[in-house]
């Protein structure tokens, strides 16, 4: 591994190389790899923050993938640079999809101006967000103007990306049952903007339906952000319609945000989850760090999985062990 400030200079320059080794450092399970990131981490601080970051949500094959190559190509055009970050569950079980991905973005793969990582294939979901925050960082400081970060849409990892972006956009196809499902999951709260994508002229007429439906349905929903009327565009990602719309609008919601402030009061909010996270993890960690310890914390993980005792008396004891009784 590169020394930290290898990586630091490396990452600064714009060393594709050395940012994938930075970020492989932030993925690493291993303690002394730990230490280096956060140490890495603290020097790159001072260097991000001054990114655009987007989550993208939507079923698998709503064209997701395709859109973020061809966005990304419409942000490379203005003279901005990309980097694609991916959390995607399933690849921690079938290891194998994110491949597909990387062969859907194969132009912006090539641009220079363009960075795209897919997601770590192991790891339970809150430690692959939590890698990816870190990951954006990186991406951040070494000078990418938009960070597309492509999830799939299913719960949990829906909620993650939002929690880690500024904006969230959910990309909607037309046809195939309940034109109203994302409402009824609930995503519609932590949506700021929708595309209804893969509209061509067969199905223009039936996308304006949708399109009027939905515009109907987000009147009784109060938006994240007040001021923003949560825009339904539509177009076709493969067929580059519809994308600078949505760029403009992305553009115009940042500008909602920065001047009623919440831009950055969502970024704080959000590293205050990111810290919270953390603390858990460290906690986690110290109560198997010696024998002792690690003994106690098995001897009440068995109570608990002994359905005889409540798992939350027995963490409780468990914390009060670790870190005296104020608990
Ligand atoms: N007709 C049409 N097909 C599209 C469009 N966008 C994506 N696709 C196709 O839909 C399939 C899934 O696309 P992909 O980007 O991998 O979807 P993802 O799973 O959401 O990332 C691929 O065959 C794409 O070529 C579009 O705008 N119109
Ligand atoms: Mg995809």
Redo the contacts with the bound molecule.
Sequence with gaps: MPTTKELLDGIKSGDKRLLGKAITLIESKKSEHREQAEELLKEILPFTGKSIRIGIT??????????IENFGKVALEKGKRVAVLAIDPSSTINKGSIL??KT?MEDLSKEVNAFIRPSPSSGFLGGVANTTFETMLLCEAAGYDYILI?TVGVGQSETLVADITDVFLF?KIIGGGDELQGIKRGIMEMVDLIFI??V?AENRSKAKNTRLELIRALQFLTPKEKGWKIPVLMG????NEGLHEVYSAINEFIEVKIKSGRFLKVRQEQAEKRFQYWVQEYILKASTQNKDLETLFEEHKKNASGLKSNPSSEAKNFVQKLLGPSI
């Design positions: 939507g079923v698998p094959g709503a064209g997701k993938s395709t859109f597909g991905d859907r492509e990309l994508n893969k061509e076709s990602a493969l067929n």
